[in-house]
């Protein structure tokens, strides 16, 4: 089985860009459908972004469309997101997932595999 590890969470001023990175281990990411996905304190789990198996398809929530982007680094086996023009609104624990299937999906309930979150806080 997969085993993901995100890493690049911190704190940041408004209009400064983040790079979160997703380390796989066990499998390959190219199997999997990879999303990514946050959550503000009280509120539920979001769907910010995902991209099929070997990257032919994406698509983002409409929060964060046109700054946000997801992409794999195969050879390193890793998923990035990368976020420019943050928000205090961005605020938010994230979390990358995979899914062995080849149909991108935005329901949270549809990816098998997470993990364990990065803290991202955007302050004014």
């Known amino acids: 089985q997969v085993r993901l590890v995100e890493s690049g969470g911190g704190s940041v001023q408004a209009g400064a860009s983040l790079r979160l990175s997703c380390a796989a281990s066990?499998?390959?990411?190219?199997?999997?459908?990879k999303g990514w996905f946050r959550q503000a304190p009280g509120k539920g789990r979001e769907f910010v972004a995902a991209?099929?198996?070997?990257?032919?398809?994406?698509h983002y929530g409409d929060s964060v469309k046109g700054r946000f982007t997801i992409s794999t680094d195969n050879a390193n086996n890793t998923q990035y997101l990368d976020m420019n023009n943050l928000k205090p609104e961005d605020t938010a624990v994230y979390y990358c997932?995979?899914?062995?299937?080849?149909?991108?999906?935005?329901?949270?309930?549809?990816?098998?595999?997470w993990g364990q979150g990065t803290q991202v806080t955007v302050s004014s």
């Open positions: 997932a995979a899914d062995p299937s080849p149909i991108l999906y935005t329901q949270i309930e549809r990816y098998r595999y």
């Open positions: 991209i099929t198996r070997r990257g032919g398809t994406t």
């Open positions: 066990g499998r390959t990411l190219t199997i999997y459908t």
